[in-house]
């Protein structure tokens, strides 16, 4: 198992489990469709890789507020994006 995913460390930078989850499977679902690592392989999978950029501060979570919703004056809830 990988060894960061053991401590509460990384939870924590994330700021959930939930919210960790979904940077992992966002940022995973890039590597799949091409985007390039931001570390070096260095023989480790694609999820050793995101777990790395995570701990490295490469990657987090950006809240940007939906363009359809944001004319609607009930539309409050942020949309999650990958930096």
């Known amino acids: 198992m990988i060894e960061a995913l053991k401590s509460e ?3 924590e930078k994330v700021g959930g489990k939930f919210k960790l989850c979904a940077l992992i499977q966002r ?3 890039q590597l799949l469709d091409g985007a ?3 570390i070096a ?3 480790r999978t694609d999820l050793e890789l995101v ?3 995570i701990m490295q501060d490469k990657i987090t979570l ?4 939906d363009q359809e919703n944001s004319s609607s004056e009930d539309a409050s809830a942020p949309a999650e ?3």
């Open 27 to 29: 940022r995973l679902q």
């Open 81 to 83: 994006a990958l930096l």
């Open 51 to 53: 777990i790395e950029e």
């Open 36 to 38: 390039r690592p931001l």
């Open 41 to 43: 392989r260095d023989g």
């Open 9 to 11: 460390e990384i939870v």
């Open 62 to 65: 950006e809240y940007v507020e």
